[in-house]
C-alpha cells in the first residue's frame, strides 16, 4: 500500500463526520488499520476547500470543528496548493481534454485534475502516494487511485 494517502472529499467527509453511522465507522476502521500498517492521511488544500465550503454553507459547526481538528492532530497532514501543482494541473487538463478524456465540464474548476497534481507535486515517488476516494475512475487517469473500500 501507498505510504502517503491523499484523501478526496468523500472519504474526508466519512471520517470527520459527527454522525456515527455504519459507513462512518467502516471508514475510521479502514483508515485506523491504514495508520496502523505505516501509512500517512493526507489532506490536499484543494479538498480542504471543496469540504469546508459546504461545511459552511449548510452551518454545520460541529462538522467543520471535526474536520480542523482532524488535520490539526498530526503536523504535516494539510498539505497546501502549491504553483508547481497548479502549473501540472494546466497541463494535465489540457491533455485530458485533447485526449477526450475530460473529467468535468469545461466551465468547471476541475479539483479532481488538481488533487491529482496536488499528489503527484507532493514529493514521493509516485509509488507512494495514492489517493482515496469514492471514484477512482476520473483519478485513475492521473495518478495511482483506490475507493477507500479497497483499503
Not at 475510521?28 to 492521511?41: A, K, M
Not at 479538498?47 to 454553507?57: A, D, T
Not at 475530460?102 to 507512494?128: F, H, M, N
Amino acid at each position: 500500500m501507498s505510504r502517503f494517502l491523499f484523501l478526496d472529499s468523500g472519504p474526508l467527509g466519512l471520517i470527520t463526520q459527527p454522525q456515527q453511522t455504519a459507513e462512518v465507522a467502516a471508514a475510521l476502521d479502514t483508515f485506523s488499520r491504514c495508520l496502523l500498517n505505516g501509512s500517512r492521511l493526507m489532506v490536499p488544500a484543494i479538498v480542504y476547500y471543496e469540504l469546508k465550503r459546504e461545511l459552511l454553507r449548510a452551518n454545520k459547526t460541529n462538522g467543520i470543528a471535526r474536520l480542523d481538528a482532524f488535520i490539526a492532530v498530526t503536523p504535516g497532514r494539510y498539505v497546501p496548493v502549491s504553483d508547481e501543482a497548479l502549473r501540472l494541473a494546466a497541463s494535465m487538463w489540457a491533455i485530458a481534454r485533447q485526449q477526450g478524456r475530460p473529467t468535468a465540464d469545461a466551465k468547471e474548476l476541475d479539483i479532481d485534475v488538481i488533487l491529482a497534481a496536488q499528489t503527484l507535486s507532493y514529493g514521493p515517488a509516485a509509488d507512494d502516494v495514492m489517493v482515496v476516494t469514492t471514484n477512482a475512475r476520473h483519478l485513475a487517469q492521473f495518478v495511482t487511485a483506490a475507493h477507500w473500500q479497497d483499503l
